[in-house]
């Protein structure tokens, strides 16, 4: 292993100088304008997986962005280790918010700031090093290797999903790798077994059949910006309970070892709420706050659109609003059971006055992974092994969509090695990712695959 970790440390100038080239293709997959950079974002790893010493590279076409995959199955005997990463990026608006503009990769304190450093282009390019480290030094990997990169997380992975569906004996393997999620502190190295699901709503709400004078029309019918809100507020009760019907019918109740497994990650509420710039924290009653962002479903409006938002004032009452709203879901909840849920309750609190449409945008399903798996151990064993120090476990309050069908399909469990913060402004300005978690990541890979193959 020696030589393999002094090639990763004797070429980290070179990587940077690499990443900075996938950086700046601004492959938004959720923008139909980029559809050519995606094809690019897609080359671009195929490219590099070629250089690395992968065979069967392939770029593979769907009915959305292409996919890439690549193997290299040439160590009998051995187990077999997917790896899974997105090259797709979120949108980078507000753009006045950033510092440096998105697709100009630019290096501050040893963090590189760019759309897509950290979620998920800098953490999945760690994985393509490793294997080259290992190629360019002894040769060959220590274990089988698969990759399967996509260009649409950021949209739900439904591509990915039938794909795999269709080939299961093409991504056959004993564990998948993911590098998309976080430390839970700088330096920290972490292993991350749970990830929340997610139900993606859209509520829009129609009064009047066309915009109305608010003077001459305000006060003889519903507005529907006004009925949006009334709906809204009825969500959710002052404790943060979530008020579907229905809706924790199935939520796994947290164990008192888990609870316990918390309260021991040092958590400062009051300095989480400094760094976000808020007086005090909020959410449902009865649970701390870790507690309630990896374990507890939650029901947020991402966006509400409506009536006269430029500069200045219009006197209007509009014709239609509508709303955005996401909630978290926890095992074992099914987001396509709480789309029906949410549907019938907006359809029943909905008053005559307005025509609503209820719309599922996407979902995700939440996992927990087995902690005591060989490949979370070898996780965790690489880890402490490239930071010198013991590996934490954590949940996550986000969700990547296509996890829980790689362990229900391919039966192989998950292990999420992110390096990422999530102080690191993921889908928001100023992205980045601290350089020497990319150098430290890599490393853990490379250890990883050691550890794995044993
Ligand atoms: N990498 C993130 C998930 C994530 C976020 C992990 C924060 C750890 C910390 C992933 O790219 C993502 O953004 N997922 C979306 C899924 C959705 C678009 C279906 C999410 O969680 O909102
Ligand atoms: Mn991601
Ligand atoms: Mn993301």
Redesign the pocket.
């Known amino acids: 292993m020696k030589e393999v970790i002094n090639f990763i440390e004797s070429n980290n100038e070179r990587y940077i100088g690499e990443l900075k080239e996938f950086l700046r293709i601004p492959s938004i997959s959720t923008l139909k304008d980029h559809k050519k950079d995606m094809m690019k974002g897609a080359k671009f790893v195929a490219d590099k997986l070629k250089n690395a010493g992968m065979k069967n590279v392939k770029i593979i076409k769907t009915k959305g962005h292409p996919l890439v995959y690549a193997d290299w199955l040439q160590a009998k005997g051995k187990p077999t280790v997917l790896i899974y990463g997105?090259y797709d990026v979120q949108p980078v608006d507000p753009i006045e918010l950033w510092d440096t503009p998105p697709f100009e990769p630019t290096i501050r304190n040893g963090k590189i700031y760019a759309r897509g450093a950290t979620?998920?282009k800098g953490q999945m390019y760690m994985h393509i090093k490793s294997v080259e480290a290992f190629m360019k030094t002894v040769g060959k990997l220590p274990l089988n290797v698969k990759f399967i990169i996509e260009g649409e997380?950021?949209?739900?992975s439904d591509n990915l999903e039938e794909f795999v569906g269709k080939n299961k004996k093409l991504l056959k393997c004993d564990s998948v790798l993911i590098s998309?999620?976080?430390l839970y502190g700088p330096g920290i190295p972490t292993i991350t077994y749970g990830l929340r699901g997610?139900s993606y709503m859209e509520v829009e709400v129609t009064g009047p059949n066309r915009d109305l004078h608010s003077g001459t029309f305000g006060g003889a019918v519903a507005n529907p910006i006004n009925v949006l809100a009334e709906m809204i507020a009825k969500l959710m009760d002052k404790n943060g309970k979530i008020k579907i019907p229905g809706f924790y019918d199935d939520v796994m109740k947290l164990t008192k070892l888990e609870r316990d497994n918390f309260k021991r990650l040092k958590f400062s509420e009051r300095k989480f709420a400094k760094e976000l710039g808020v007086r005090e924290l909020k959410g449902e009653k009865g649970f701390t706050t870790l507690e309630r962002i990896w374990a507890r479903p939650t029901l947020d409006c991402n966006g509400i659109i409506g009536g006269f938002t430029d500069k200045g004032a219009k006197t209007v009452l509009p014709s239609k609003a509508l709303a955005k709203i996401s909630m978290r879901l926890v095992p074992n909840q099914d987001p396509k059971k709480i789309a029906k849920l949410f549907t019938k309750y907006i359809n029943e609190i909905a008053p005559r006055s307005v025509r609503v449409k209820v719309s599922d945008l996407?979902g995700?399903y939440p996992i927990v992974t087995p902690l005591n798996d060989k490949a979370a151990k070898a996780g965790a064993a690489a880890m402490s092994k490239a930071f010198g120090k013991k590996t934490v476990f954590m949940r996550?309050g986000?969700?990547?969509?296509i996890v829980t069908t790689f362990a229900q399909k391919l039966k192989a469990s998950p292990v999420l090695m992110?390096l990422?913060l999530?102080t690191e402004d993921?889908?928001s300005p100023n992205e980045h990712f601290d350089l020497n978690h990319f150098r430290l990541g890599i490393i853990s890979s490379a250890y990883f695959f050691d550890e794995f193959a044993k």
């Open positions: 997105h979620d998920d997380e950021e949209i739900g998309d999620t976080a997610l996407h995700a996550e986000g969700s990547i969509p992110g990422g999530n993921l889908h």
